[in-house]
């Protein structure tokens, strides 16, 4: 199993920005593809971005693309989200999320993963 502790989410003006961070218990977090996702009040839980096992694959949701930029440092179990040029539409609780798998393939649904974190508020003013 692994535990999932995000953190770096606070308040910012449109235009800001913010890095997210999730870090990871346990001495296999290499072996995990990593996710965020976020969900803002009344919504559905909605996919941001992905990274596989090893940083070399990754992917984004239409909503960040150019914008969000995930990374990891597994000799840290650490996956981070880089988010620049904020909107007020990006606040939301992001949750990074994880499943242990060797696969290339980027998993962009809930379901899919298997371990989530409590989540850290990101909120953007106008």
């Known amino acids: 199993q692994v535990q999932l502790v995000e953190s770096g989410g606070g308040l910012v003006q449109a235009g800001g920005s913010l890095r997210l961070s999730c870090a990871a218990s346990?001495?296999?977090?290499?072996?995990?593809?990593m996710g965020w996702f976020r969900q803002a009040p009344g919504k559905e839980r909605e996919f941001v971005t992905a990274?596989?096992?090893?940083?070399?694959?990754?992917y984004y949701g239409d909503s960040v693309k150019g914008r969000f930029t995930i990374s990891r440092d597994n000799a840290e179990n650490t996956v981070y989200l880089q988010m620049n040029s904020l909107k007020p539409e990006d606040t939301a609780v992001y949750y990074c999320a994880a499943r242990r798998t060797f696969t290339r393939v980027i998993m962009t649904t809930p379901r899919e993963y298997d371990y989530w974190g409590q989540g850290t508020q990101v909120t953007v003013s106008s």
């Open positions: 990274i596989n096992w090893s940083g070399e694959n990754t």
């Open positions: 346990g001495r296999t977090f290499s072996s995990y593809a």
